[in-house]
Structure formats: C-alpha cells, structure tokens
C-alpha cells in the first residue's frame, strides 16, 4: 500500500522548538566519545502504547534515565518498508499516525522532534554496499514516535529513521547494521523497533488487553532469548529454518527485521539484557533486548 493511502498528513507546528540551528550544532561534527551508547530492540506493540501509562511504556521511559543522554536517536522501525534503504533527512519531521480504527486521541498526539540532515548525511556515508537514499517525505511513524515520545517527552533530541528494504534478504540487514556501528560511539542512540513474534492474524481477541501467549510463541520467544544471549546470530539470520513454529512467529519479516539491526551492532563485550519480556494476546511478544 502507497503511503498516501493510508497516511492522514498532519502540519507539525515548531512551538516550544528552539533555533533550528541550535538542534543543528547537537549532532553537527560529531565527535567520538569514550562512551558507546547502548543500543536497542524494543517489541513496540499496539499503537495504544504510545498515549498509555502501562508497563511496557514506563519501562520505555525508565529505561532512557539509565543510559546516557543520547546526541540523537536513529530508529529502524517495522513500518517503514521500502523499495531501497532511506533516511530521513529533513529538520522537522511529522508525526505519522499509520493505523486506523483507533481513538481520536491517538490520532492527535503531535511528537515534534527535530530531524538532523547532517546526521543523516553523514550515516549515508558510512555504508560502502548500500545506497542509502536521504528521504524528505516520510517522518516518525508509530514504530518510532510511540515508543521515544515515552523516552524523551521534551522532544528535544533529533529523531531520525532509516527504513527497511523490503527486497533484501536477512544478511542485508545485518551487514547494514555493522556499517552503522561508528554512530555508536558518536553518541547516536538506535532502536530497533519492531516485534520478536508478531502474527496478528493470530490474535486472541479475547485476551488483546492480557499479557498472554501461545505455548509456541512462548517457547519460541525463548528461544530467540537463548539464540541471543549466546550470540548465535546466523541462528537469527536465518530465522527461515525455525519450522512451522518460525512461519507462526513471522508470518512477514517487516517486525522481526529491526532486531537483526540492533544485533548486527554488537560488540563483544556488550552485556546482554532483556526487557518487557512478556507476550500479549496470544502471538504477539514485547520481549526487548539492550547491548551494552
């Protein structure tokens, strides 16, 4: 589906922004820093997540006191699926409400962070093997918005996403990834935003508001845990293997993509944890993982 068909465009006002210039020096010329930022999956969920106070969004916002304060952050996130690799490069980008069948409310939040074209001009230029294309067209859909509105509600730190190419195996998105990791140590901040299991044609409609899960998507859950934990990445690479149980769990890659981003910019020496580890009506998993 073409974004004009479903996305409703909405005009980001700049209130309570300070110069764009000021959001501009934040990441102009970055300089590498003695401290690597962390890097993240987070399991985003129901759209919902993004204007309730629940469990998962106030570990969100628990979570961004116990890092460092990032320069920028840079989400991949499950809705933005492409023909291509892009990058947002514009200074303000809008707040894409990407769903339908929701309360007004939702429809009204407005997260006005600033974007950083130089930052995005200069992850373009990291990659020797890819294209990426600096995009002034899309913004911050609800894998990105819903979860960093919890984690920097000031809106105050440049926001940028890079999207996922819908016409690229695995192992694309994984070496991609490695070619990003220098922004680690230049105090960007990238999320992987997406869902470990994620079958909503599975759903139980009786339990869509219960921290629930299928047998299977359970003990597949721990096994992406395990895969993690032990470093086994070409186990997750080629998560095609996994069987029925895999095919149940993914039935489309767009949401499990963002977790081989985040893994594909591990060091040795990050310490694994997890997070949110909970599954929610029947087929889907929060489970979210930090390195370092």
Known sequence: MKRKDFIKTIAMGTAGITSLSAFKNLTDDLKESETVMPALFIGHGSPMNGIEDNEFSRRWASMAKEIPMPAAVLVVSAHWYTRGTRITAMNFPETIHDFGGFPQALFDVQYNAPGNPELAKETAKLSTHTNIILDHDWGLD???????KHMYPDANIPVLQLS????????YHYNLAKELYALRKKGVLIIGSGNMVHN??????????DTYGYDWAL??????KKYISETRHDDLIN?????????????????YLPLLYTLGLQRKKDEVSFFNDKAVAGSLTMTSVKLG
């Not at 609800?142 to 960093?148: K, P």
């Not at 909503?200 to 508001?209: F, P, Q, R, S, T």
């Not at 003990?219 to 992406?224: S, V």
């Not at 998560?239 to 949401?255: C, F, M, W």
């Open 142 to 148: 609800h894998g990105a918005w819903t979860v960093v």
């Open 164 to 171: 996922i190419d819908g016409t690229k195996p695995a192992q």
């Open 200 to 209: 909503l044609g599975m759903v139980a409609w009786d339990k869509i508001n």
């Open 219 to 224: 003990d597949l859950n721990d096994t992406f």
């Open 239 to 255: 998560y095609n293997k996994l069987g029925q149980v895999g095919r149940y769990a993914i039935p489309t890659p767009e949401h």
